[in-house]
């Protein structure tokens, strides 16, 4: 069976004979394991190449959305859960819940506020004209991926000088943020380097997904996930936050 370079169509050279043998292409000059998936532009397409040499098109679209899976089920199979367990626990011990983000992730908490919302608990986004006082029996959720966030720093510390419970979602635990935080909810990225991070263009390499995104999918997630198991906590199901929906518009 011959195997064909992706990039430049030259046949490859199988160095070995396992199915863990390595492919070579003598004219790019790069070598791709054989029983793994090589992923190289093609034209503004990708073309897939695995172990059996069968070869099929597809847009990025696949390639980006695998990735953002994969970094979803990674995360799963080791997420903290006695650290969402105090999470939880530190929302429904809490008069009001606030929220801080940046960017995107403002975006994301104001979803997870307002589902907050339609469970009754009362919940406001850090910052907004309409924010009222934090005092110490609030708590204060932060969603940094560094976890270096200047703004979101001072925050956290104002928040604790005033006795308010601090919780930080991050991919950095050992950020300035994480070390003043009382709760740390530690999410990863996954190395995935040798397979579905990257793709070649005129010998230039090219990150598929960004590691924000990667993060931004991850939290939305991770934020409806939490409340699902708010929801059973206190005994709620879908009719009671259709009943606290905003209503003019229907």
Known sequence: MTFICTKCKHPLEILGLSESSYLKC????????KN????????????YMD???????FHLISVSIKKILNNLNY????????????????????????LSGSGRLKLICSAFC????????ESYMLNEYTSPLINEKDCLIVVSKSGETVVDLV???NANAMGCKTSLLTFNPNSKIAKVSSTVLNL????????????????NQLEITSEDTL???LISIILDGIIAEIMIKICKHEIDLKNRHFNLEQ
């Open 26 to 33: 003598n004219k790019c000059n790069i070598i791709i394991k």
């Open 36 to 47: 793994e998936i090589d992923y190289n532009l093609d034209h503004n397409n990708i073309k």
């Open 51 to 57: 172990a059996t040499g069968y070869n099929e098109k």
């Open 75 to 98: 995360n799963n199979k080791y997420l903290e859960l006695n650290t969402i367990g105090e999470l939880i626990e530190i929302i429904l011990s809490s008069d009001r819940i606030f």
């Open 114 to 121: 307002m589902r907050l919302v339609h469970l009754n608990l």
């Open 155 to 157: 925050n956290v510390e």
């Open 188 to 203: 990863k990225k996954i190395d995935d380097s040798n397979n579905l991070s990257y793709i070649y263009k005129n010998s």
């Open 215 to 217: 993060f931004e999918t």
